[in-house]
């Protein structure tokens, strides 16, 4: 098959899904994954858990402060690490986490960051009878804003939620607005099937089910220093922002975590950094999320891209590019 026609395949294959079936439209176009109404002028909302083991808000504030990022809210969903034993973290950490965070950025320069808004703070429970639609939600004004946002957005120009921790705050928007689900697209790294950001499972997979969803890595994690290295960063100028940036990347957190859960972001304005994508099905298996493969041609609940189909020297460059920006600190 040629490029032209693969490429095709590809777009219709997509597109040809079953009414059930929510697995966002794609096509790859120059080894680049382009997803059907998404762009980098798309509505945002930028939901995380902690704020600090990251570059990935740094990225979105400075496109941000750029005038090159429509971000209409930035949500606070709690850490749900060991729910089942009480929680480790209280949802003040996070955040505080969050106002420190902003607090450096405006303190260096930047403008237009939203005050940080209070999402879940406690995770889904799979109902008795398995349905997604017995689940009780978690009201929340993240979960407001995100319904509110929504409501503006279209289907064909969908409102973009960029999540960094546990899906529990968009998960409850769906169920208590289930008619926004077709005017988002979700993205978010569970990094795995039932740790880090795949804590809240059942969350993950009412997202998966009941909107468009895109997860990066399928489950997968950056590799150490595999984006970055402390030289990278030498070029930034000093101020709090950068500063705290240049502190991380010399940390084992920094050089483990490397982009962090920012992968849809640097893609999203430079689409060579995901060459592919592939349609999976979500499971839930009794406490994880999985996303299972499907025969080339059948119905999936989501795209997953797979880490090996990730221009790291692509994802380095566009964030860099940002970041150096001259016209970014005055």
Same mark, same amino acid.
């Given at each position: 098959m040629n490029a032209g026609a693969?490429?095709?395949? !590809?777009?219709?294959?997509?597109?040809?899904? %079953?009414?059930?079936? =929510?697995?966002?439209?794609?096509? @790859?176009?120059?080894?680049? =994954?382009?997803?059907? &109404?998404? &762009? %980098? $002028?798309?509505p945002i909302l930028y939901d995380n858990d902690w704020w600090f083991d990251v570059f990935d808000n740094n990225y979105l504030w400075a496109r941000v402060s750029l005038g090159r990022a429509d +971000?209409?809210?930035?949500?606070? /969903?709690?850490?749900?690490? $060991?729910?089942? #034993?009480? *929680? !480790? *973290? #209280?949802?003040?950490?996070?955040?505080? $986490?969050?106002? #420190?965070? @902003?607090?450096?950025?405006?303190?260096?320069? !930047?403008? &237009?960051?939203?005050? %940080? =808004?209070? &999402?879940?703070d406690e995770v889904l429970v799979r109902p008795a009878s398995g349905r997604i639609e017995d689940t009780v939600p978690r009201e929340s004004p993240g979960a407001r804003l995100i319904i509110e946002e929504a409501r503006r957005a279209s289907p064909h120009k969908p409102l973009l939620i960029i999540a960094g921790g546990p899906l529990t705050t968009a998960a409850s928007a769906l169920l208590l607005a289930p008619e926004i689900a077709s005017n988002l697209v979700v993205f978010n790294l569970t990094v795995s099937s039932y740790g880090y950001n795949g804590k809240d499972g059942w969350s993950a997979y009412i997202v998966a089910k009941k909107t468009r969803y895109v997860d990066w890595g399928g489950g997968a994690f950056w590799d150490k220093d595999s984006v970055f290295t402390a030289r990278d960063f030498e070029r930034l100028p000093e101020n709090p922002f950068t500063q705290d940036m240049k502190r991380l990347?010399?940390?084992? !957190?920094?050089?483990?975590?490397?982009?962090? $859960?920012?992968?849809?972001?640097?893609? +999203?304005?430079? %689409?060579?950094?995901? /060459?592919?994508?592939?349609?999976?099905?979500?499971?839930?298996r009794g406490r994880p999320v999985e996303f299972l493969q499907v025969e080339p041609g059948q119905a999936g609940d989501l795209l997953v891209i797979p880490k090996s189909a990730t221009d790291l020297a692509a994802c380095r460059e566009e964030f860099l590019r940002v970041l150096t920006d001259p016209r970014l600190f005055p």
């Open positions: 693969q490429l095709c395949f !590809l777009w219709l294959a997509a597109a040809v899904l %079953p009414a059930t079936a =929510v697995a966002p439209a794609f096509r @790859i176009v120059e080894s680049a =994954v382009q997803l059907e &109404g998404v &762009g %980098p $002028d798309n +971000l209409r809210g930035n949500i606070v /969903t709690r850490d749900m690490w $060991d729910w089942e #034993k009480g *929680y !480790l *973290y #209280k949802m003040e950490q996070c955040l505080d $986490d969050a106002r #420190k965070a @902003i607090a450096l950025a405006r303190a260096s320069g !930047l403008r &237009g960051i939203p005050d %940080p =808004v209070r &999402g879940a990347i010399r940390t084992d !957190l920094g050089r483990a975590n490397q982009l962090g $859960d920012g992968a849809p972001l640097v893609w +999203l304005w430079q %689409p060579r950094c995901w /060459t592919a994508a592939e349609v999976r099905r979500a499971e839930f």
